[in-house]
């Protein structure tokens, strides 16, 4: 059985170690993740320790980026320099900690919101679609898109089929708004927000924030567990820079 030390290993050899399928190794070394494997005189792939430390790393790094930019990473290991390595590492690091922040920016206005009465409403008190996305700050688009979807759908004022949200219309923008920048889908506020309208599912919302709580933290340590393997490609190709 090969070590991490062994000189050879086949395709299926790398595949076993990294808990990938052999096609996906193949794949790893067409799109730049495994740098190009040596082969024998029978024309198979020979692959050496710098393929298998590469493969752990992107594997690692998915788990905490995604495979788009763990691919760009790793690529970068085999074709730039160190400091463009760190640079891509420090932007995915900071990428988590914005995750971070507007996730506790949205349980803080998700507890506001859910406190909120919305009463005594007037004609007066409605807003248009440019004063509500202002308000916001988000596109006059993106709130037609968001009623498109039936999440956040104001009225429409004869003749000429005016938007105007009413106060409880700019609620419901209001927690899209905030639940969206949470990391939440479209597909998932179809579902929450006809309870949430009728004050019930709160504890969803929380359920769900809690759980993106979690996802975040593992990603986090995931990009640790990355570095570790990084520092270890970085040391099979003898970068001591």
Known sequence: MPTLKSSAMRTVDVARRAGYSVQQVRNLERDGVLPPARRSAAGYRIYGEIHLRSALAYRALAAGTGPVEAKRIVRAVHECPISDVLALLDAAHAQLDRERRD?????????????????????????????????????????RHWDAEGLAVPDRVSPRETRRYSPAQTRDARIVHQLRGAGYRVDQLRTLMPGLRSGHRWEDIGAALAARDVSIAARSRALLDASVALSAVLAATNWAR
Not at 121 to 135: C, G, H, I, K, N
């Open 103 to 143: 996730l506790g920016l949205a349980k803080e206005a998700a507890a506001a919101i859910s406190a909120e009465l919305v009463e005594d409403v007037r004609p007066s008190d409605a807003m248009s679609v440019s004063e509500l996305a202002t308000a916001l700050g988000v596109r006059p688009s993106t709130l």
